[in-house]
């Protein structure tokens, strides 16, 4: 199974920050991956596909970069509503897996 | 817009079973391959199984090969989840994603307790 880890698991930055988090794949998976969004006590909502592309209606403060094993999540400028957990998930071989989870808070 | 609704869940007895489904809307459904995944209370994500555009290829997570069954009927636009011999560590609450990644439902809550 391919596993994925990300950096940090946990976050605080202010609004207006830049932030990034790293998600890593045990192996090659080209660009099979994607970001998911949970924010506290809600379903989880994918925000980026094929490592870079936005899913519709995800505002553009959200990019994603990577290919191979590693990969980014950026948010330009951070916004109380975009406080949550942030999952990379594999989706190059069976079983997918996902990464276990950044989390974002606002200080 | 993209609608995924999932239903089904509810509590359920060790050993028993349900059938989750769930209904597509806003896309065409035969171009994308779905899959269900899973999350415990206070755990993280774990992917459960798929399918593809046909239903000619499924694949299951090694925690319910054997007991669960995706379907998927392309007139109704909707994905199903047959779930057997249900276990308490099953409990979770089940989501239906668009494609391989695509999530984007409530989820449907499964509870397996005597």
């Known amino acids: 199974d391919i596993q994925m880890t990300q950096s940090p698991s946990s976050l605080s930055a202010f609004v207006g920050d830049r932030v990034t988090i790293t998600c890593r794949a045990s192996q090659d998976i080209s660009n099979n991956l994607g970001w998911i969004q949970q924010k506290p006590g809600k379903a989880p909502k994918s925000l980026i596909y094929h490592a870079s592309n936005l899913q519709s209606g995800v505002p553009s403060k959200f990019s994603g970069s990577g290919s191979g094993t590693d990969f980014t999540l950026t948010i330009s400028s951070l916004q109380p509503e975009d406080s949550a957990t942030y999952y990379c998930q594999q989706y190059s071989s069976f079983p997918f897996t996902f990464g276990p989870g950044t989390k974002v808070d606002i200080k | ?114």
């Open chain 2, 1 to 114: 817009e993209v609608q995924l609704v999932e239903s089904g869940g509810g509590l359920v007895q060790p050993g028993g079973s349900l059938r989750l489904s769930c209904v597509a809307s806003g896309f065409t459904f035969t171009d994308f391959e779905m899959t269900w995944v899973r999350q415990a209370p206070g755990k993280g994500l774990e992917w459960v199984s798929y399918i593809d555009f046909t239903a000619s290829a499924m694949y299951y997570a090694d925690s319910v090969q054997g007991r669960f069954t995706i379907s998927r009927d392309n007139v109704k636009n909707s994905v199903y989840l047959q779930m057997n011999s249900l276990r308490v560590e099953d409990t979770a609450v089940y989501y239906c994603a668009r494609g391989k990644t695509g999530l984007g439902g409530q989820g449907t809550l499964v509870t397996v307790s005597s």
